[in-house]
C-alpha cells in the first residue's frame, strides 16, 4: 500500500510585536535611567565585603584625595542655610540666587572666599576648575568650620544631629586622613563612617 506524503508548510512566526515590545522596554529604559554626575573630586575607594549603606539624609561626605578635601552635604535647604551661616563668618554675603545654585551643586573644594566664582560656573565646568582644597591648616582651618555650620543648620532644619563620612583614597597618605579625623574629634564626632568600595568575599 503506498503511502501519503503529507505537503510540508513553511514555519514563520511573524516578530512585528515582539519587536515593538523590545523598542518600548528600551525607549522606557533610556528615558528613564539617570546620568552618573561626574565627582568634583573622584578617588579610589578601598575595597571592603561590608554592604552596610550610608543614609540618605543628614550626611556630610568628606572626600579626601590628591592631598585635598572636599566637602558635600545632603539636603538643599541645610546647604542653603550652611553656605549662609559661612557667610556670616568670613564675611561674604551670598545672594539667594546663589544660595539656590549652591543647593544644587555636588561636593567642592575652594576657600570660602572664592566659592561665588565655583557657585556662577556651569556643572562641566566645575570639575576642570582645578579646585585647591578646602583650607584646613591651622591657621585658617575652614573644613573645621563648614562642618561646624553644617552641624548647626542640620540641627536648625531637620532637627537631628549631622552623620559624617570621610571617603578616602585607598592610595592616599594616612595623616591626610588623620588629619580630617582630628579635625572631626575636635568637634566630639567620634563616631562617623569610612565609605569604602564593594568587593567579593574571600573564600
Do not use: H
Not at 69 to 91: Q, S
Not at 93 to 118: C, H, R, W, Y
Not at 134 to 157: C, F, G, M, T
Not at 170 to 180: M, T
Request: glycine share 6%; charged share 30%; aromatic share 6%.
Amino acid at each position: 500500500m503506498a503511502k501519503l506524503k503529507m505537503s510540508k508548510k513553511s514555519t514563520s512566526i511573524d516578530m512585528t510585536a515582539m519587536c515593538d515590545v523590545a523598542f518600548l522596554l528600551l525607549t522606557f529604559f533610556i528615558l528613564t535611567a539617570t546620568a552618573k554626575v561626574p565627582e568634583a573630586l573622584p578617588v579610589d575607594t578601598p575595597a571592603s565585603t561590608v554592604q552596610t549603606k550610608l543614609p540618605e539624609t543628614d550626611l556630610a561626605t568628606l572626600t579626601v584625595g590628591k592631598g585635598k578635601v572636599f566637602f558635600d552635604l545632603k539636603g538643599r535647604e541645610i546647604r542653603k542655610r550652611t553656605l549662609g551661616l559661612m557667610g556670616d563668618k568670613y564675611g561674604v554675603t551670598f545672594s539667594e540666587d546663589e544660595k539656590n545654585k549652591f543647593a544644587l551643586m555636588d561636593g567642592f573644594g575652594v576657600p570660602i572666599l572664592n566659592l561665588k566664582q565655583i557657585i556662577d560656573m556651569k556643572a562641566a565646568d566645575r570639575g576642570k576648575a582645578g579646585q585647591p582644597g578646602i583650607p584646613l591648616d591651622s591657621l585658617d582651618n575652614q573644613l573645621k568650620e563648614w562642618i561646624y555650620n553644617a552641624r548647626i543648620a542640620n540641627i536648625e532644619v531637620n532637627d537631628k544631629e549631622l552623620q559624617v563620612a570621610i571617603k578616602g583614597d585607598a592610595k592616599e597618605e594616612y595623616p591626610a586622613i588623620k588629619k580630617v579625623m582630628d579635625i572631626l574629634q575636635e568637634q566630639k564626632i567620634n563616631s562617623f563612617s569610612l565609605v569604602t568600595g564593594l568587593r567579593g568575599k574571600d573564600f
